[in-house]
């Protein structure tokens, strides 16, 4: 079935500096949805991103992304950590076979930014 | 604002027991799911619907069981609770318009089998 392997535990990082949380995938469909979504402490997830086009770069408050296919990836980026930023984040893949949308997660990133 | 509402949002239940979770949307959305996030997990779902009194399994079903009485209304059931069902649990929604679709969650509720 189909998997979605992102960066593991507590990425810790300083205000300012840029971030990076990678994602990869495995599905056999050639055309997946990938999604980020993002919770902050005692919050539910919410979307933050999402892409279906190959080689095209998605943004979203002061986040991109960009979906490749050849290496089944799809890491998430900002030039510029901000505090409100520590949260943890998922990325997700969407099934296929469902005309709802029933979401294959990540085991999730924690993002602590520090003064 | 889309809302999906979770009662309650915390419980403590003792092992054995029978243990239910309410959803409620005002989405007006055909699509409703129950997850389970664990650390070392991520959200991982456990039962969906798309429509009012037919419930499917996802990908961790056992041990639960799901209803949905009307299109607002979608219940996590946990006929014998056991301590390896910790967690928190997530109750969403969406539309039909597919993949691309937004998925909504609710709160959460903290359940702990003691």
């Known amino acids: 079935g189909d998997s979605v392997t992102q960066t593991e535990g507590l990425v810790t990082l300083t205000e300012g500096l840029p971030v990076m949380l990678n994602c990869t995938y495995q599905t056999i469909y050639s055309n997946p949805f990938l999604f980020w979504y993002v919770q902050h402490l005692n919050e539910s997830p919410r979307l933050l991103l999402k892409s279906f086009t190959d080689n095209k770069r998605t943004e979203h408050q002061g986040f991109h992304a960009t979906l490749h296919k050849s290496s089944s990836s799809f890491h998430l980026q900002k030039s510029s950590a901000q505090l409100s930023d520590s949260a943890l984040y998922y990325c997700a893949l969407s099934d296929v076979n469902s005309a709802g949308n029933k979401l294959t997660f990540g085991i999730g990133t924690r993002v602590l930014v520090r003064p | 604002e889309a809302a999906v509402t979770q009662s309650p949002r915390s419980k403590v239940a003792v092992t054995g027991g029978k243990v239910t979770l309410s959803c409620h949307q005002t989405n007006n959305h055909d699509y409703m799911y129950w997850y389970r996030q664990d650390t070392g997990h991520g959200l991982r779902l456990i039962h969906y619907s798309y429509v009012a009194d037919s419930t499917e399994k996802g990908d961790i079903p056992d041990g639960y069981k799901a209803s949905r009485p009307s299109q607002e209304n979608f219940s996590l059931i946990l006929e014998l609770a056991s301590l390896s069902q910790t967690a928190v649990y997530f109750c969403?929604?969406?539309?039909?318009?597919?993949?691309?679709?937004?998925?909504?969650f609710g709160k959460g509720t903290r359940l702990t089998v003691v």
């Open positions: 969403a929604s969406s539309d039909d318009r597919g993949m691309n679709t937004e998925v909504f």
